[in-house]
Each structure stands twice: as C-alpha cells, then as structure tokens.
C-alpha cells in the first residue's frame, strides 16, 4: 500500500524531536551529498538546534540578524564539534525552516528524491 503525501511525517516538531532522541527512526532531507557520516553530522545537528530553538523559542527575524544563530548553534548540547561552514549552514538552515514552518510543511515541500530516514545512533558504553 501506497502512503498518502505527509502520512510518514505528520508529526508536530516536538514529537518529531521526541522520536529522533527516543533513537526512532525519522523522515528528513539530505543536505550532505558528501557520504553517510556527513549525512549524520548534519542530521544530528539539525534535531539537536531544532530542540534547542523550540525551548529557547527565539524570534524568527532574530535567527536571521547577526551572529546570533551562529552563537547559538556552536553551544547548543549535541550539536558535536568538528563542523565546518558547509555543514553548520546545512543543519542551521533545515533547523530554521522546520522551527519556521512546521516539520510537516517542510517535508511535504521538500524534493522526493531528497527524502530520507534517520536516526540517532546508539552511544557506545565506555
């Protein structure tokens, strides 16, 4: 059976955020291009500023002005270090437009071919 366009990610962002930290696998849109760790750096960042933007609850034209968003983003928890510019700007932007938008809006206007399942992976004990 087919599903219908929005069915795999109607959720609200919360509890999308609730499933990526869950380690549930989740629906978002590729920005790495660069190879699957890439992929992963980028897609946690995303789920670990988008958290931090619906606590924090920043003015939108705020993100935008600035290097606010850029303060922002290298001391949220769970982003990871190492980031270039490229992958910082590539979660920044798909955090923002979810934050903005709506996870649900934001996945049904994303290209098909983009669209992507992901999920946290599981700490290691040490």
Not at 79 to 107: C, E, I, L, N, P
């Amino acid at each position: 059976m087919k599903a219908k366009k929005g069915e795999l990610w109607n959720l609200t962002n919360q509890e999308v955020v609730k499933q990526w930290f869950n380690g549930e696998t989740v629906w978002s849109v590729e920005m790495g291009g660069l190879g699957p760790n890439y992929e992963l750096a980028i897609q946690t960042a995303i789920f670990a500023l988008l958290r931090k933007l619906l606590k924090t609850k920043p003015p939108y034209k705020k993100l935008l002005k600035g290097d606010y968003y850029d303060k922002l983003f290298f001391k949220t928890k769970g982003v990871g270090d190492g980031h270039s510019g490229a992958t910082a700007g590539a979660a920044k932007t798909v955090a923002y437009q979810f934050y903005r938008y709506g996870y649900k809006h934001m996945m049904n206007k994303s290209p098909q071919d983009r669209r992507i399942q992901v999920m946290l992976p599981k700490q290691e004990p040490k």
